[in-house]
């Protein structure tokens, strides 16, 4: 399986974003995806996560600005991000699981992920 990321850029507080992630290869057994984020000098974060029966999971600090969809029949997941924050600046990466089904509240977790992409910087400042 293979991930790739797109739409990242700089954007000035209060401004939007779409990331993209694009899904290849051996998908079938995909189950959940999500994104996460890394800052200098953080770990790495869940943002948001969207399994294949379309539950969903934000981190606090994401909800009502982010807005997380997939697209099965193109193999895309998106990430609308409205209301941007400066705290918002970092690495953004699509993940995905294809192992057994976990409840959404272990998805908040990197090590369940299967898959990573490369990365969109998403930087946000005035």
């Known amino acids: 399986v293979q991930l790739v990321e797109s739409g990242g850029g700089s954007v000035q507080p209060g401004g939007s974003l779409r990331l993209s992630c694009a899904a290849s290869?051996?998908?079938?057994?995909?189950?959940?995806v999500g994104w996460h984020r890394q800052a200098p000098g953080n770990q790495r974060e869940l943002v948001a996560t969207?399994?294949?029966?379309?539950?969903?999971d934000y981190a606090d600090s994401v909800k009502g600005r982010f807005t997380i969809s997939r697209n099965n029949a193109k193999d895309m997941v998106y990430l609308q991000m409205n209301s941007l924050k400066p705290e918002d600046t970092a690495v953004y990466y699509c993940?995905?699981?294809?192992?057994?089904?976990?409840?959404?509240?272990?998805?908040?977790?990197?090590?369940?992920?299967?898959?990573w992409g490369q990365g969109t910087e998403v930087t946000v400042s005035s």
């Open positions: 969207i399994s294949n029966r379309d539950s969903i």
């Open positions: 993940a995905a699981r294809a192992g057994g089904r976990l409840v959404m509240s272990a998805m908040r977790e990197d090590r369940y992920y299967d898959y």
């Open positions: 290869g051996s998908i079938a057994g995909i189950n959940t």
